[in-house]
């Protein structure tokens, strides 16, 4: 396994280069879609009641690099999931350095320092980021232990935990690693395994042409359950255990299947625009 430090420098330099040129194929052979995106959008499919969304936006900058979310979800007209989510990651080591996650009622704001994090509950103000917002409570988590003596990763936010998929060894099936999520609860472990692979045929909009494209993938398909199943939700609030098929090599992000609260059965939400 590469250092945070490499596994940082790599990804950062995914985004800006094509996947031909950095695997050494021909000057006109086309680039694979799954290296180097910045924006990646997935939306419910096969629920004529539901209408979801989740997009996710990555950039780099003076700062590092910063993963930005949206999520969205009606269900028979009514808003069952809004909101928003930035996670920053330090350019040098690759680790969370911040976390903030805010909807129309309620935010919260993640510091991660040298031993320990910080969970801030917010209040949102009348106008203004969550920057502006009121403090309402403050608690502070040591790290596990196990961090340091197994030389473990930091926890990482849900979101910023898909990052670190592509640097672990999740390639056949029961392939299994566990990683420590930070909630406002204390640090948790989630368990990461490998169930099956396929190869498919992904249909998507491309956001630098805005014309649909179809491009070969070869799949896993990960389980990602929190050892805990009352943990926060993550994706479009979904709570327990959660399917993500990926694109094998790049970890990109191409489903999501779980249980959304009020929703009956599980909801599947599949790539639909990519750039």
């Not at 629920?47 to 690099?65: H, K, S, T, Y």
């Not at 949206?70 to 809004?82: E, H, L």
Request: glycine share 10%; charged share 25%.
């Amino acid at each position: 396994m590469k250092s945070p430090r490499r596994w940082i420098a790599w990804w950062t330099a995914g985004l800006f280069a094509l996947a031909g040129s950095a695997c050494g194929g021909a000057a006109d052979e086309p680039a694979s879609p799954w290296n180097g995106w910045t924006t990646l959008r997935l939306k419910a499919r096969a629920a004529p009641l539901l209408r979801g969304q989740v997009e996710l936006r990555l950039r780099r900058g003076p700062e590092g690099l910063r993963l930005e979310t949206s999520t969205s979800a009606r269900f028979i007209g009514a808003t069952i999931a809004q909101s928003e989510t930035v996670t920053l990651l330090d350019a040098g080591t690759g680790h969370t350095r911040e976390y903030r996650s805010y909807s129309r009622k309620k935010g919260r704001r993640y510091t991660f320092g040298e031993a320990g994090y910080s969970v801030e509950k917010l209040r949102p103000a009348e106008q203004g980021e969550i920057d502006g917002w009121t403090v309402t409570s403050r608690e502070e988590f040591p790290y596990p232990a196990s961090c340091a003596i197994d030389g473990q990763p930091r926890p990482f936010d849900y979101y910023g935990m898909l990052l670190r998929l592509r640097e672990l060894k999740l390639e056949a099936s029961g392939d299994e690693v566990v990683l420590f999520v930070a909630t406002s609860a204390g640090p948790q472990e989630y368990r990461i395994r490998v169930m099956e692979s396929r190869v498919a045929q992904r249909e998507f909009t491309n956001l630098g042409s805005g014309k649909k494209q179809t491009w070969p993938s070869r799949e896993v398909r990960l389980r990602v359950a929190p050892t805990d199943p009352q943990a926060e939700a993550g994706f479009l609030d979904m709570q327990g255990d959660v399917e993500i098929w990926v694109e094998a090599q790049s970890k990109t992000l191409l489903e999501i299947i779980g249980k959304i609260p009020k929703v009956p059965g599980k909801v599947k939400l599949e790539l639909s625009a990519l750039g």
